[in-house]
Nanobody, 116 residues
Framework: QVQLVESGGGLVQPGGSLRLSCAASGSIFGAMGWYRQAPGKERESVATITRSSNTNYADSVKGRFTISRDNVKNTVYLQMNSLKPEDTAVYYC????????????WGQGTQVTVSS
């Protein structure tokens, strides 16, 4: 079965950094990405990356966040620098599985809080 396990969230002061990781298992994965949902708001795309490492970022995080992946480990990362209070949200990993278990999968979410 397909599983996505996230780690790396937490509390950080404005201007600080965090690195999120998402380990995927159970399939071969195409596009992967990170989404976030703040209280009272809809889930939004933060950054996505194809299997060949083409990336796309939300305007609000360009220049501050970097998405990367390791296809051997089936892991996607989100390096978040210069964090702002408005980055506070639950961050979800997403992965598109191909083959027998093809489909769109989500992690359980990890809380990121940016506050002094």
């Amino acid at each position: 079965q397909v599983q996505l396990v996230e780690s790396g969230g937490g509390l950080v002061q404005p201007g600080g950094s965090l690195r999120l990781s998402c380990a995927a298992s159970g399939s071969i994965f195409g596009a992967m990405g990170w989404y976030r949902q703040a209280p009272g708001k809809e889930r939004e795309s933060v950054a996505t990356i194809t299997r060949s490492s083409n990336t796309n970022y939300a305007d609000s995080v360009k220049g501050r966040f970097t998405i990367s992946r390791d296809n051997v480990k089936n892991t996607v990362y989100l390096q978040m620098n210069s964090l702002k209070p408005e980055d506070t949200a639950v961050y979800y990993c997403n992965a598109v599985a191909v083959g027998a278990f093809g489909g769109n999968y989500w992690g359980q979410g990890t809380q990121v809080t940016v506050s002094s």
